[in-house]
């Protein structure tokens, strides 16, 4: 099979029926063999009944309903589980992302050597002020940490070669970084396409501004697993170290000082009135709990399933 056309949805009756003619129509003017994948995340609409009544129209037709609403990551997760073409596209059901970039993102995996094409829609029809600006702020930042040179991260319009879709693991929120992991687990041929995106046809956006709150803090949870995953002795062992050095450095000056004053006669306040001595107590006190930290943390990953989940390209 050429493709298998993954699209997650949640309350988007209106939008199934024209996008799936508008894929239909697109795959056979170019004489692709495809699937297409409706992922229901939990519908409280009628979103369910269109795609039986779909997959009753067309055998390229599969669905996956569940039973309440978990959110996109898992709608992709199962989506990706499921697909069995040799590119997987990935576009939302809302009209936005246009089936007539699919032929081009389709010929940049198999005739480009892409592993990963994502979406770019440089021109946008959303608000500027509650999509586009913090949108903007969240790419350069995710540009920054990742090393992935994207414009749009986030764009829900991907292709991918099957092997990069069975090879990553997307839950909670990672959809957004979904080119994040595919890099960490060893897909670093990762392009990017200007892609047109339109105006919302049917009902509202699913998405609100805590999306950019958790998306960053998401992003900080993938960097710091992609570089101490395996490894947390390294990042906890090492501050913890070095502020408890510093705690005992700042203790002995602070002893030092009132042993010198007693040895000279001079009149100082006890050890205890000086600030210094209870920030110094303090750094020991976390620079403990922080090598703990990494202690336990390395017992965890040593005790993991995924300790030695590395990924093999090629055996003989």
């Known amino acids: 099979m050429d493709i298998s056309i993954v699209v997650p949805l949640y309350?988007?009756?209106?939008?199934?029926?024209?996008?799936?003619?508008?894929?239909?129509?697109?795959?056979?003017?170019?004489?692709?063999s495809y699937e297409v994948i409706f992922v229901n995340d939990g519908s409280t609409d009628k979103s369910w009944e269109v795609i039986e009544s779909l997959?009753?129209?067309s055998a390229n037709v599969r669905g996956i309903k569940f039973r309440h609403n978990y959110g996109k990551s898992p709608a992709l997760y199962c989506g990706f589980r499921a697909a069995k073409g040799d590119v997987v596209i990935t576009m939302d059901a809302d009209l936005q992302d246009s089936p007539d970039e699919i032929p081009e993102l389709f010929s940049m995996i198999k005739n480009g050597n892409y592993d990963l094409v994502s979406g770019w829609k440089k021109k946008r029809y959303d608000s500027k002020l509650t999509k586009n600006i913090p949108s903007k702020i969240y790419n350069a930042t995710a540009r920054k940490v990742t090393g992935l040179n994207l414009h749009d991260m986030n764009c829900g319009l991907k292709a991918y070669r099957n092997e990069v879709i069975k090879n990553i693991e997307v839950y909670g929120e990672m959809h957004r970084y979904i080119p994040f992991l595919a890099k960490n687990a060893g897909f670093t041929s990762i392009g990017e396409k200007v892609v047109e995106h339109r105006k919302r046809q049917f009902g509202e956006t699913k998405f609100g501004l805590n999306r950019f709150v958790n998306g960053y803090l998401d992003l900080m949870t993938l960097w710091f697993l992609s570089k101490f995953g395996k490894k947390p002795m390294h990042f906890f062992g090492l501050y913890g170290t070095l502020m408890f050095l510093l705690g005992f450095l700042a203790v002995i000056a602070v002893g030092v000082n009132k042993l010198i004053a007693i040895i000279e006669n001079v009149k100082v306040s006890l050890v205890t009135d000086s600030p210094y001595f209870y920030l110094a107590m303090l750094a020991m006190v976390l620079g403990t709990q922080l090598f703990l930290a990494g202690f336990v943390g390395e017992i965890v990953a040593r005790n993991s399933t995924e300790r030695n989940n590395y990924q093999i390209e090629k055996e003989i």
């Open 11 to 32: 309350n988007e009756d209106e939008s199934l029926p024209k996008l799936f003619e508008w894929i239909e129509r697109v795959m056979n003017e170019n004489k692709y």
């Open 55 to 57: 997959q009753k129209q």
